[in-house]
């Protein structure tokens, strides 16, 4: 299998994966949703991109989830085979409100 679907594979898996968990050990305030996941080139590292609803609850669910970052990678063992999980980090997706403003503009 190309390294290229392999990443795309394990994109995918953390993306999924993650999603699943803040989901399940969230508190119900904010709704954090795993947006996409991006390897880096060697695959040692992975940035998770997140975006939390409503928008003044991003900083306390981005504080959330980097607390909660050495428990995911537990959990990314148990359920993705894969020869190592990749250290992770998190970063806000604001292009998803971008979209999100752009649709209203255009249904106006």
């Given amino acids: ?3 290229r ?3 795309e594979k394990l994109e995918n898996a953390i993306t ?3 999603a699943e968990y803040f989901l399940r050990e969230g508190n119900r305030q904010a709704l954090i949703t795993v947006t996409h996941t991006v390897l880096t080139k060697r695959g ?3 940035t998770l991109f997140i975006s939390v609803f409503p928008e003044n609850k991003e900083k306390a669910g981005l504080d959330f989830v980097n607390r909660n970052l050495g428990e995911l990678r537990k959990v990314l063992r148990e ?3 894969s020869r190592a ?3 992770l980090k998190v970063i806000a ?3 998803e409100r971008a979209r999100d403003e ?3 503009l255009l249904k106006e």
Avoid: L
């Fill in 93 to 95: 997706d604001h292009g």
């Fill in 102 to 104: 752009i649709n209203q």
């Fill in 85 to 87: 999980i990749p250290s």
């Fill in 79 to 81: 359920k993705i085979r």
């Fill in 44 to 46: 040692n590292g992975a």
């Fill in 1 to 3: 299998m190309p390294i």
């Fill in 5 to 7: 679907d392999h990443n």
């Fill in 16 to 18: 999924r994966e993650a």
